[in-house]
């Protein structure tokens, strides 16, 4: 007797979240949401029939990815969604080369994507230099305190 084979499952539909639901997820504020969308880092996956904004795992995803750059490494919005607008950028470009073998078009989509990776490194390195020296500063406010500590200690 041939073995049962198990009944197929419909496709698993994406679950759809409103504002209030992604705010609590996310630790951000429902404004903030939509300050973020109106700013075009943020696209809502959908629209409910009362026209409701309705959000996806994949923008909760990017959501996170605003907070941990907003919060963690103090990037500016305008920061971000040059950082954003890259890395959909370099999304393409993957998609434009798998494409095509003419090494022309190839070198171009190449040449793209070098002067992006520029354009991020040096907004890194801006802010690894600022960094740096805020952190420089505080262990010179920290030696100084040492030094007006032991001198009271004499």
Same mark, same amino acid.
């Given at each position: 007797?041939?073995?049962?084979?198990?009944?197929?499952?419909?496709?698993?539909?994406?679950?759809?979240?409103?504002?209030?639901?992604?705010?609590?997820?996310?630790?951000?504020?429902?404004?903030?949401?939509?300050?973020?969308?109106? +700013?075009? /880092?943020?696209?809502? #996956? *959908? $629209?409910?029939?009362?026209?409701? @904004? !309705?959000?996806?795992?994949? =923008?909760?995803?990017?959501?996170?990815?605003?907070?941990?750059?907003?919060?963690?490494?103090?990037?500016?919005?305008?920061?971000?969604? +040059?950082? /954003?607008?890259?890395? #959909? *950028? $370099?999304?393409?470009?993957?998609? @434009? !080369?798998?494409?095509?073998? =003419?090494?022309?078009?190839?070198?171009?989509?190449?040449?793209?994507?070098?002067?992006?990776?520029?354009?991020?490194?040096?907004?890194?390195?801006?802010?690894?230099?600022?960094?740096?020296?805020?952190?420089?500063?505080? @262990?010179?406010?920290?030696?100084?305190?040492?030094?007006?500590?032991?001198?009271?200690?004499?």
């Amino acid at each position: 007797m041939p073995a049962a084979t198990p009944p197929t499952e419909p496709a698993a539909v994406p679950k759809l979240l409103r504002i209030q639901e992604v705010a609590s997820e996310t630790g951000l504020t429902a404004r903030a949401i939509r300050y973020y969308e109106e +700013q075009g /880092l943020l696209e809502p #996956a *959908a $629209r409910s029939e009362g026209a409701y @904004r !309705l959000f996806d795992a994949s =923008d909760l995803e990017r959501l996170r990815f605003i907070r941990e750059l907003r919060d963690d490494a103090g990037f500016s919005l305008a920061q971000i969604g +040059q950082l /954003l607008e890259d890395e #959909a *950028a $370099r999304q393409r470009n993957r998609e @434009r !080369l798998r494409a095509t073998t =003419d090494p022309k078009q190839r070198r171009v989509y190449l040449r793209e994507a070098a002067e992006r990776v520029e354009r991020q490194i040096a907004m890194l390195e801006a802010k690894s230099e600022r960094l740096t020296a805020m952190l420089e500063d505080a @262990r010179a406010r920290r030696q100084r305190i040492a030094d007006n500590l032991a001198e009271l200690d004499r």
